[in-house]
């Protein structure tokens, strides 16, 4: 099982930057993927950037070029460091862990943090 604990949203103005952490309550490196998605009033959650255990990321078309996705194994926390942000990045952001045990496939979320971008 997986806590995940996320913050650093809050309100940006359009082409600023944020950075969002995601605590995990175990080794990240232990964790098969971890991933940010987002959810915007009226839309469904999608993939914003995932990265896997042995180290591969992937990113939504929409941000590549402006997220990274990075992790710190001595604190086990996931990043998103959110550069260049638009007033269409405004959503709720969570934290995502997959998991593979005994063959069945395990997600956990965090609570979520707001990130809004206006002017």
């Known amino acids: 099982q997986v806590q995940l604990v996320e913050s650093g949203g809050g309100l940006v103005q359009p082409g600023g930057s944020l950075r969002l952490s995601c605590a995990a309550s175990?080794?990240?490196?232990?964790?098969?993927?971890l991933g940010w998605y987002r959810q915007a009033p009226g839309k469904e959650r999608e993939l914003v950037a995932a990265?896997?255990?042995?180290?591969?990321?992937n990113y939504a078309d929409s941000v590549k070029g402006r997220f990274t996705i990075s992790r710190d194994g001595a604190k086990n926390t996931l990043y998103l460091q959110m550069n260049s942000l638009k007033p269409e990045d405004t959503a709720v952001y969570y934290c995502?862990?997959?998991?593979?045990?005994?063959?069945?496939?395990?997600?956990?979320w965090g609570q979520g943090t707001q990130v809004t971008v206006s002017s």
């Open positions: 990265i896997t255990s042995g180290g591969p990321t």
């Open positions: 175990r080794n990240i490196y232990s964790i098969n993927a």
């Open positions: 995502n862990a997959q998991l593979v045990m005994y063959g069945n496939e395990f997600r956990y």
